[in-house]
């Protein structure tokens, strides 16, 4: 199914029941997966791999050569799972060395004016607000939301079942399972109604405010000296306390507090 008016390569690799609307373009190394929908004016190029069920609204430019200034012109890919959304006006971006593609997984919901750039590695379940910026070499786990206008600076880490407010300016990796916002942006608390949403054990949700109290609330106090005091508590013995104590050991950019 695809529009009398639409350019797609004869080289392009198309799955059972792609529907290609008026005045979009699909380049020779593009892979659709089965039941994809491009609605109109959609531009999608470069060696990109795109999985089945997934949906582009109108001037999504999906596939795009990586921004990056130290490109030296080899091939470089981009990799997309299954049934995510790139709302209007959406971009991603290839990597910018190939042996690193951007990544995006599945069930994400990317929303107008999103841009997700070169580098990136997106789990599942994502929701990228209108307009946020995601600079390269960002990792962003499952799960997890930025809110409206917000901006992440290259290499930072999102933690899973975080929330960043609209407007936020995120220079240090965001902390799993926390609400983060401001400009500078701080951890505000824990995100409760999204775990609750999610359904989290009350017993996981309470480990995780003991864990919250002891790294974040008091945020003049010395990190690694909360980590230990933390890793013996009772709470540092549940699986999502455990990924937030190794999250925090594993940064290099330092963590928002």
Do not use: W
């Amino acid at each position: 199914m695809i529009h009398p008016t639409a350019i797609v390569s004869p080289l392009a690799t198309l799955g059972r029941n792609v529907r290609i609307g008026p005045y979009c373009i699909v380049g020779a190394n593009v892979e659709l997966g089965d039941d994809c929908v491009l609605h109109s004016h959609v531009v999608l190029e470069g060696h990109s791999k795109i999985g089945r069920g997934n949906e582009f609204f109108p001037f999504a430019v999906v596939g795009g050569k990586t921004q990056d200034l130290k490109y030296l012109g080899d091939p470089t890919y981009l990799e997309v799972g299954d049934h995510n959304v790139f709302r209007e006006n959406t971009t991603v971006h290839r990597g910018t060395h190939e042996s690193l593609p951007t990544r995006i997984g599945s069930h994400n919901l990317l929303l107008c004016y999103a841009h997700v750039a070169h580098d990136c590695q997106l789990g599942n379940h994502i929701i990228l607000s209108n307009s946020v910026g995601i600079a390269g070499h960002v990792v962003i786990e499952d799960h997890a939301i930025v809110s409206g206008m917000g901006a992440v600076h290259q290499f930072c880490r999102i933690g899973q079942h975080s929330i960043i407010g609209g407007c936020s300016k995120i220079v240090q990796d965001v902390p799993p399972f926390m609400i983060v916002d401001g400009n500078p942006a701080n951890t505000r608390g824990l995100n409760l109604i999204g775990l609750q949403r999610r359904g989290f054990a009350e017993d996981d949700i309470k480990a995780l405010k003991s864990a919250y109290k002891k790294l974040f609330l008091k945020k003049d106090g010395n990190l690694a000296t909360s980590i230990s005091s933390l890793k013996a508590m009772h709470a540092a013995d549940t699986p999502q306390v455990a990924h937030l104590i190794e999250f925090v050991e594993q940064s290099e950019r330092g963590v928002t507090r």
